[in-house]
């Protein structure tokens, strides 16, 4: 790892809400706080949440696919998340969140771990009602294109992103 280990990752006994996304990129590894970048501004919007919420631990849980910033490839871009991150720790972590409701999966790698290959696409659009698991593109500036061609996302997919999120970070 080209910026040394630095595991960024939040879970909680009282969390209802875990993200499990790709890997922290280098803004997230100077911080140490999940989506404490670009990507999570446009990933609370999604959410329809603010940082405070956000970062509620007794809220929210945060679990990546690789715990640490895996580097760039040579052609540019970050690496994938170091394969081993997830099957070692995944079920480990998941133990101790019982109360959990809804899993967000949010990116290619997190939904092929749990969803199995297919497309993201179809992993975001064909989302099964009452399900555990809650497929999202990344929350890159590379998904502004792919949100103007899809515009389901914003109609169908958001508002119950919204209610999901509202529903499971209210007090009590």
């Known amino acids: 790892m080209p910026l040394g ?3 960024v990752f939040r879970v909680s006994r009282t969390a209802r809400l875990l993200v499990i996304s790709q890997a922290p990129g ?24 603010g940082r405070e919420i956000f970062y509620d631990e007794a809220k929210l849980a ?13 052609n540019g871009g970050d690496a994938p998340p170091r394969p081993e991150c997830a099957p070692l ?29 297919g497309s993201m696409t179809e992993n975001v659009r064909v989302q099964m009602p009452g399900g555990r698991f809650l497929a999202l593109p990344h929350p890159s500036w590379r998904t502004s294109g792919w949100e103007r061609k899809n515009s389901w996302f914003g109609e169908e ?16």
């Open 89 to 117: 720790w995944h079920e480990k972590l998941l133990v101790g969140m019982e109360r959990l409701e809804l899993i967000l999966l949010v990116g290619g790698y997190a939904q092929r771990r749990y969803l199995g290959k």
């Open 26 to 49: 280098t803004k997230v590894h100077a911080s140490g706080l999940p989506f404490d970048d670009a990507s999570g501004d446009r990933l609370r919007g999604w959410m329809g949440i």
């Open 62 to 74: 945060f679990m990546p696919m690789g715990f640490c910033y895996p580097g760039r490839l040579p």
């Open 157 to 172: 997919i958001l508002p119950r992103l919204r209610a999901e999120v509202a529903r499971l970070t209210q007090a009590g």
């Open 5 to 7: 280990a630095r595991p």
